[in-house]
């Protein structure tokens, strides 16, 4: 009785099997314990086949947390004001909630990917950064926020947003986290 056969799959479906599998580690908790070894065996690969998708884990770590960034911008979409009337105020709480939710329904993969020895080696840029400094620059060419200084304010916002979602994740009550949020958003942003 030989090895059973290895079904043949095309290379992008190969290469999302190793990912999806390193995604199952991390969010099972395995963080910075995961190695190559753990991927190829949880996907059910040679170690070979990594090595030609992803030249170090490193590789595929920034693959994951690039689908990680990719999923929250696909899930949570900034409108404009072509689709009609935008609540500005409203859209940044929405938002900040949604990466609240997003942070903790993917909390061990995001541990790896944004918060580990890794994230030293290849930080990330500043994407949400850009992202809620876009979103505070619309709502001001709307006349929905105050004068702030966009990038500075979006880093300090960015900064609470992250801590609310780090505390909700400690244990801290979600709903006082999230009112006390959404009211700090609210008056840093006021018109």
Do not use: C
């Not at 040679?46 to 929250?72: N, Q």
């Not at 950064?129 to 880093?155: M, N, Y």
Request: charged share 25%; glycine share 6%.
């Amino acid at each position: 009785m030989g090895k059973p056969l290895r079904r043949r799959l095309k290379p992008e479906a190969r290469k999302l099997e190793i990912v999806e599998a390193a995604e199952r580690l991390l969010q099972a908790g395995g963080g910075a314990r995961v190695r190559v070894e753990d991927v190829v065996r949880e996907a059910g690969v040679a170690k070979g086949t990594f090595f030609l998708y992803f030249p170090t884990l490193d590789d595929l770590l920034e693959t994951i947390r690039t689908r990680i960034v990719s999923e929250f911008d696909m899930a949570n979409p900034l409108p404009t004001e072509v689709e009609g009337p935008v609540d500005w105020p409203m859209l940044v709480e929405s938002q900040a909630l949604a990466f609240i939710e997003f942070t903790l329904s993917r909390r061990g993969v995001g541990e790896a990917v944004f918060h580990s020895d890794f994230a030293e080696r290849r930080p990330l840029a500043d994407h949400a950064i850009h992202r809620l400094t876009a979103v505070i620059r619309a709502g001001q060419e709307a006349e929905a926020f105050g004068p702030v200084d966009a990038e500075p304010t979006a880093r300090l916002l960015y900064a609470a947003i992250h801590e609310a979602a780090d505390a909700v994740a400690a244990g801290v009550d979600r709903i006082a986290m999230q009112g006390a949020l959404q009211s700090l958003l609210r008056r840093t942003l006021a018109h």
